[in-house]
T-cell receptor, first 112, second 113 residues
Framework: DGGITQSPKYLFRKEGQNVTLSCEQN?????MYWYRQDPGQGLRLIYY???????QKGDIAEGYSVSREKKESFPLTVTSAQKNPTAFYLC???????????FGPGTRLLVL | ELKVEQNPLFLSMQEGKNYTIYCNYS?????LYWYRQDPGKSLESLFV?????AVKQEGRLMASLDTKARLSTLHITAAVHDLSATYFC?????????????FGQGTELSVKP
């Protein structure tokens, strides 16, 4: 089955710690995205990538970093510089930039 | 600032009734998406509207786009409980430069028997 997987489902971060959220897709999509969703709100774009080894900042990139070394994978690191990381993180992909984005199941990040 | 505004934000309706969710946006775009989100779950793609006057229908849901008015509507016909969810519209403002979506706040729909 083709799809987008995210892991872990829940992640706990200690203060000062960097954590990495995984996003993998086997849809052969070129474009991948990371969004953050806070309770009762819409999604906000953190980073996106249209092609391997290239990515751009979204609206709320501060305190986050990404890499795109493989077409299938787009991991997101939440660094200690992100002071309010508690949120639901959603990864998405599309066949290329500008086409329908399909979303993974999400990772819920909580701060201890 | 680019804005996408939905109304209402909360909608409680009875089964069998009709209602419309509105999505207004502040910038030029010819591409708009509607998504559904169940509590604690991810987003499911419902519709993509690609041009002025576009209309798409799936079951009890119908979406339309008026690019001149910068308005999209999601019409619910004869609501059933299974339609209870949060509905988001999202505008693609740079679809030829990477597909950057700006989301509305979401409309939480509750359909009661």
């Amino acid at each position: 089955d083709g799809g987008i997987t995210q892991s872990p489902k829940y992640l706990f971060r200690k203060e000062g710690q960097n954590v990495t959220l995984s996003c993998e897709q086997n849809l052969n999509h070129d474009a991948m995205y990371w969004y953050r969703q806070d309770p009762g709100q819409g999604l906000r774009l953190i980073y996106y990538s249209q092609i391997v080894n290239d990515f751009q900042k979204g609206d709320i990139a501060e305190g986050y970093s990404v890499s795109r070394e493989k077409k299938e994978s787009f991991p997101l690191t939440v660094t200690s510089a992100q002071k309010n990381p508690t949120a639901f993180y959603l990864c998405a992909s599309s066949i290329d930039g500008g086409e329908t984005q399909y979303f993974g199941p999400g990772t819920r990040l909580l701060v201890l | 600032e680019l804005k996408v505004e939905q109304n209402p934000l909360f909608l409680s309706m009875q089964e069998g009734k009709n209602y419309t969710i509105y999505c207004n946006y502040s910038t030029t775009s010819d591409r708009l998406y509607w998504y559904r989100q169940d509590p604690g779950k991810s987003l499911e793609s419902l519709f993509v509207l690609l041009s002025n006057g576009a209309v798409k229908q799936e079951g009890r849901l119908m979406a339309s786009l008026d690019t001149k008015a910068r308005l999209s509507t999601l019409h619910i016909t004869a609501a059933v409980h299974d339609l209870s969810a949060t509905y988001f519209c999202a505008v693609d403002v740079f679809y030829n430069q990477g597909g950057k979506l700006i989301f509305g706040q979401g409309t939480e729909l509750s359909v009661k028997p």
